[in-house]
């Protein structure tokens, strides 16, 4: 998951590293730090922004630890899914079951399906759909889509995937 | 002037034009110093051969007006055994289950030392091993850019012109048939069969698409491409398949909504061969219409290049075919 924080340092030298040593400590990956130095919050502190990738177990381990270094912290901004893919299914969607087909890749806890649309053209005709599924990275999307080709490869569907230069991951 | 004595062994659409670009490109031939002789043509039931030079237009003519080349009753094979000449553009129709009249030959062909160009997939694909080490042992040149793609540069392209890259994926659409059914099925919102119908109405699909629409056309191109840019020994029962005759004119509006087209993709890298239906984003390269074909290579230093061309049609086939035995030839 994506974390964007703004957090708040004393005016004194050591401040800004103290306050990124948790990230690095609990192996997130800083993306981006932007010190606002020439600016000075009402309460005589300066304003950080900084963004980073983490696993979702580690964000509140990294919260207690800044809180324990007492740098404050005025706003975080989880964002959770950040890669979208899409695929097509085709066949009998609807009578093998859809909600266990979206049950199954939401309840990975790396992917979610956001989006469904489906076409029905006649009753025994086989249907199609256009799933969006979001994941937490290019990796997680690559095994969510896999996953599906799996429960389709049981109910006979057929998944149309992206090519791999758009999904990114190998 | 160079002169090489040829045979071409198979005379149908694509043996018939490489005669006809032999003759219009003649000038040009002779201007780069090769004169091209052909001393042999052969069919499946007859032959001709003249070791002066067999009149290529007389041989089209009759071919057209007769259905036979010559009334020679010589096989290909004993062309290729008996009469000396330095190299076998072999044309006969592609087999993959046995590899056909055009393993024979071409294992022949390199018994006695010569070269060959071909545009005929099935040896390759079922026995590129045996093939490559025959025509290494005999020290005969072996060229077969038109088995990939038509007159798409690929294999030429990726083993020549990129060298010094190291390929790491490449993936395309390798079907004319397929892209052109596709296409059109998206163009009318109309179901597989209708489409099929009219692509076997124009020509560009046979009697019998199964060899096209179930991927498996695409699958022996991917063998190919395996084996020569990755140094794979693969056959097509390495590659993963999956057709496009279940395809729904809905699902091609879906993904059209989402700005996707669906084409029929051919995948190889060093751990996978695949072919199957993907989603290509409408502005992406690889996003051709019709019967036209394209390839993506991906490369270390260059990054992706990609080449599209008609993957068929008897005059671009031998427009490979010719390229080939240019380079083959040219000091």
Do not use: W
Request: proline fraction near 4%; charged fraction near 20%; hydrophobic fraction near 40%.
């Amino acid at each position: 998951m994506r974390v964007s924080m703004d957090i708040e340092l004393k005016d004194i030298p050591g401040q800004l590293l103290l306050a990124l040593r948790p990230v690095s400590e609990f192996k997130g990956n800083l993306i981006s730090v932007v010190h606002h130095h020439e600016k000075r919050t009402p309460r005589g502190t300066i304003p950080v922004q900084i963004v980073f990738e983490t696993k979702p177990d580690n964000l509140n381990n990294i919260i207690s630890s800044l809180e324990e270094s007492d740098i404050g912290i005025a706003r975080i901004d989880e964002k959770r899914y950040f890669e979208h893919g899409a695929v097509i299914l085709i066949g009998h969607i609807v009578h093998t079951d859809i909600q266990d087909t979206i049950d199954t890749i939401d309840n990975t806890g790396y992917a979610e399906v956001v989006d469904l649309n489906l076409s029905m053209p006649k009753i025994k005709m086989p249907s199609s759909a256009s799933l969006k599924i979001d994941a937490v990275s290019k990796e997680h999307l690559a095994s969510a889509i896999e996953l599906l080709k799996d429960i389709a490869k049981k109910k006979d569907l057929l998944v149309i995937e992206p090519i791999k230069s758009e999904l990114g991951a190998v | 002037m160079k002169t090489i004595r040829m045979s071409i062994i198979g005379f149908g659409a694509v043996g018939q034009g490489v005669a006809k670009v032999l003759i219009d490109k003649k000038d040009y031939l002779e201007s780069i110093g090769l004169d091209f002789k052909v001393v042999a043509i052969a069919d499946s039931r007859t032959a001709v051969v003249d070791l002066n030079g067999v009149d290529l237009t007389a041989a089209i003519s009759r071919k057209s007006a007769e259905g036979t080349v010559g009334s020679e009753k010589t096989t290909g094979l004993e062309i290729i055994e008996t009469i000396d000449h330095e190299l076998v553009v072999e044309t006969t129709p592609t087999n993959i289950v046995t590899g056909g009249a055009g393993l024979h030959n071409m294992l022949m062909a390199f018994k006695h030392g010569r070269d060959v160009v071909t545009s005929n997939k099935g040896p390759l694909a079922m026995k590129y091993g045996e093939l490559m080490e025959t025509s290494n042992a005999s020290g005969s040149v072996f060229r077969f850019e038109a088995t990939v793609g038509g007159a798409m540069p690929v294999l030429n392209l990726a083993r020549d012109v990129l060298a010094g890259n190291k390929i790491t994926n490449v993936e395309g659409i390798f079907n004319g048939t397929c892209n052109y059914i596709l296409t059109r099925m998206m163009e009318e919102h109309a179901p597989y069969g209708q489409m099929l119908a009219e692509a076997q109405e124009l020509g560009y699909a046979e009697t019998d698409p199964t060899y096209d629409v179930e991927g498996i056309d695409t699958a022996c191109k991917l063998v190919i491409l395996a084996n020569c840019v990755f140094g794979m020994n693969a056959t097509h029962e390495d590659v993963t398949i999956t057709g496009i005759t279940k395809i729904t004119p809905e699902a091609l509006l879906l993904a059209q909504n989402d700005g996707y087209v669906i084409k029929l993709i051919g995948e190889v890298n060093d751990s996978r061969i695949n072919v199957a239906p993907k989603l290509v984003p409408i502005d992406h390269p690889l996003a051709v219409g019709g019967s036209l074909n394209v390839a993506s290579v991906q490369t270390d230093l260059s990054g992706p290049i990609t080449v599209t061309g008609r993957g068929a049609g008897s005059i671009e086939t031998a427009s490979a075919i010719l390229s080939d035995m240019i380079s083959i030839y040219r000091e």
